[in-house]
């Protein structure tokens, strides 16, 4: 059975930091490119970023560009996404996703075939 499961949200201030972490299992963890996105109240859900364990690229959004990295601990079949300098602007519900090939943008969630429960990450102002 396929399971992405996150965790690492809260509660944070605005310039504060915070770490999520995806741990991964029932699938071949280092063939696949891992997503994560996040959605808002009343907006659409927008990719964050991506890594691709299978090649190593990494993609951001501008939005989050120099502020978020993304990293991937094969050993663990767990992606990190490290959030720094948050905003409000960056409340939202995370969600890591996978799929083994792309074959449009990175950045559209109807691309990716796995998907986590979400975890919700606030900042205040």
């Known amino acids: 059975e396929v399971q992405l499961v996150e965790s690492g949200g809260g509660l944070v201030q605005a310039g504060g930091s915070l770490r999520l972490s995806c741990a991964a299992s029932g699938f071949t963890f280092d063939d696949y490119r891992i997503g994560w996105f996040r959605q808002a109240p009343g907006k659409k859900r927008e990719g964050v970023s991506l890594?691709?364990?299978?090649?190593?690229?990494?993609y951001y959004a501008d939005s989050v560009r120099g502020r978020f990295t993304i990293s991937s601990d094969n050993a663990k079949n767990t992606v990190y996404l490290q959030m720094n300098s948050l905003k409000p602007e960056d409340t939202a519900v995370y969600y890591c996703a996978a799929v083994m090939e792309l074959y449009g943008s990175w950045y559209y969630p109807y691309e990716y075939r796995y998907w986590g429960q979400g975890t919700q990450v606030t900042v205040s102002s």
């Open positions: 890594i691709s364990n299978s090649d190593g690229r990494i």
